[in-house]
Each structure stands twice: as structure tokens, then as C-alpha cells.
């Protein structure tokens, strides 16, 4: 813009109920030839410290228990429940309870601002994969417990027996142990890796703020 003077004004606040903390760039251009000040405001926000570590902490979660999921014994009709079939268990179980407090913080909390320039359709479609990987942390557990139940094998959490959602054997329960491994194996994978592609993509092609939205600092 001709004849106009530009100002960069930085604010950094800490909105307290969520948590975000936001810094704010706004560029205020002059223009005393057509007498209008013309504001432009970049907004740069990240995720809470604790979703920040809630995020992280599942991820590690999940790293652990498909090790832990592609070495155990295949589960048959009578297979004995050995110590890494325990711990997959264990695991699995603490991924659900750490989903479900992830999940509270998120419906309480909401998420920061979306970055500024990014397309409408890479918003809607990162929204989309999030949801699928949050009903993903909750339903590949359950399914898990169900199929153990089913099994008749006791899930024990630091030395306690949790409750049977279903009967040994019961009619109709079967298909859980199959459902359960094939969207572990693909569908939580797959989206996973579209989800982690896309945020290296950002940080490394794009080179906007997304993957540090996540990241410890921001
Ligand atoms: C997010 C958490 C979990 C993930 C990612 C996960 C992943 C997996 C995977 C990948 C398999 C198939 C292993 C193979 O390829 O042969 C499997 C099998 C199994 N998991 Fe999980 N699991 C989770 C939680 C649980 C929980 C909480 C339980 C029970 C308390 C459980 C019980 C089982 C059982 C019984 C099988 C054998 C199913 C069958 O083949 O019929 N899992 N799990
Ligand atoms: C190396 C692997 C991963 C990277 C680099 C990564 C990176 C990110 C980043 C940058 C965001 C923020 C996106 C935004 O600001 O819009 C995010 C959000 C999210 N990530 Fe990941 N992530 C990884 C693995 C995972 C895994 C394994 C899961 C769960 C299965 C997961 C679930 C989520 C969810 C549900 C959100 C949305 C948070 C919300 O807004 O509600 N991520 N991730």
C-alpha cells in the first residue's frame, strides 16, 4: 500500500480457564491518504500444557503396546495367559484410561485457534481424522477387554481382577477379537500415520506453526 506506515505490535496472553497460551501479532498499517487504518492480526496459539502431555504420553502408550501386541503369543482357544499377554492387557487398559481423562480435557478445554492461512478443507479434514483417532482410543480397548472376557481371560490391573463386561463364551461376542486386531492393525495405524505425515508435512514443507501447536513451548 502506497503511503502507508506499518506497525508490528506483539501480545502474548495466557488465557487462563483453557489453559492456551496465545501470542497475538497484529499489524496495524496507516494510511493517513485514505484515512483508514487497515489491521491485520496473525494469531499464533498452541494446545495447553496438558493436552501437550496427554497427547505425547498416548503416543508413547501406543508405541509400547503394539511391541508388546506383535510379540505376544497368538491368542487361541486355550492359549495360557502369559506375561506379555498380561501386559497388553495392562497397557491397553491404561491407553483407556488415559483416553477418556484426554477426552474430558478436550470437550472441556476445546482447541487453540487454527493457524492462520491454513485452507478450510485441511481444517475440516484434520478435525475428521482427530475424531476417528479419539473413538479409535476408546473403542480398540474395549473391544480388547470384551474379547477377553469372551475368552474367560482375567484382566488384572495392579493386582486387581476389573470387572467381566460379558460372559465367558457368551453368544454373539465372538467377532470382538478379530474386530478388535484389524482396527488396531490398519485403520489405527493408518490414520495415524496420515495424521503424522500431515504434521511433518506442515512443519517441513509448509513451514507454518502446526507440529509446534503440539510441541513444548509454544
Ligand atoms: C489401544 C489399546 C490396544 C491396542 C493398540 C491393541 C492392539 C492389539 C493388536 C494389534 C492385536 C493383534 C495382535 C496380532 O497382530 O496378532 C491385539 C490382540 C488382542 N488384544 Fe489388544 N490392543 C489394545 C488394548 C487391549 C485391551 C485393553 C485388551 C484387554 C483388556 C486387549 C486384548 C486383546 C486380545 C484378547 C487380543 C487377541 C484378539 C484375537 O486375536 O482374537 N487389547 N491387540
Ligand atoms: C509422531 C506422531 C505424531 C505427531 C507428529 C502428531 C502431531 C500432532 C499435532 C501437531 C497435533 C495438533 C494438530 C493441530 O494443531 O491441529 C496433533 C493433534 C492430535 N493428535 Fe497427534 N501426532 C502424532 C501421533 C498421534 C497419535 C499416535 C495419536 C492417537 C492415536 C494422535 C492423536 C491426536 C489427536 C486426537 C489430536 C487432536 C487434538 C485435538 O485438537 O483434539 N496423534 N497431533
Redesign the pocket.
Given at each position: 500500500m502506497e503511503h502507508c506506515h506499518a506497525l508490528d505490535i506483539a501480545i502474548e496472553t495466557h488465557i487462563g480457564s483453557k489453559g492456551f497460551h496465545r501470542k497475538t501479532v497484529a499489524r496495524e498499517t496507516f494510511c493517513p491518504r485514505i484515512s483508514m487504518n487497515a489491521v491485520k492480526t496473525h494469531t499464533f496459539a498452541g494446545y495447553s500444557g496438558g493436552a501437550k502431555v496427554l497427547h505425547w504420553l498416548i503416543v508413547a502408550l501406543?508405541i509400547a503396546?503394539?511391541v508388546v501386541?506383535?510379540t505376544?503369543p497368538?491368542?487361541r482357544r486355550d492359549t495360557p495367559v502369559t506375561t506379555l499377554i498380561s501386559l497388553?492387557?495392562t497397557?491397553?487398559?491404561i491407553?483407556?484410561g488415559v483416553a477418556v481423562i484426554r477426552l474430558f480435557v478436550r470437550v472441556q478445554g476445546g482447541t487453540p485457534a487454527p493457524e492462520a492461512g491454513i485452507p478450510g478443507w485441511q481444517e475440516t479434514s484434520s478435525q475428521i481424522v482427530h475424531w476417528l483417532l479419539y473413538a479409535l482410543?476408546l473403542a480398540?480397548?474395549v473391544l480388547?477387554?470384551i474379547?477377553?472376557d469372551w475368552?474367560g481371560?482375567p484382566?488384572v490391573l495392579f493386582g486387581y481382577e476389573l470387572p467381566h463386561l460379558i460372559a465367558a463364551r457368551a453368544a454373539g461376542w465372538q467377532w470382538t477379537?478379530?474386530v478388535?486386531?484389524v482396527l488396531?492393525?490398519f485403520a489405527?495405524l493408518i490414520l495415524v500415520g496420515v495424521h503424522a505425515v500431515a504434521a511433518l508435512y506442515h512443519h517441513f514443507v509448509m513451514h507454518d506453526g502446526v507440529l509446534k501447536r503440539m510441541l513444548p513451548g509454544r
Open positions: 501406543l503396546q503394539f501386541a506383535w505376544m497368538e491368542i497388553h492387557f497397557f491397553g487398559i491407553i483407556l482410543l480398540v480397548p480388547g477387554w474379547n477377553a475368552r481371560m484382566i477379537g478379530d478388535h486386531g488396531a492393525n489405527m
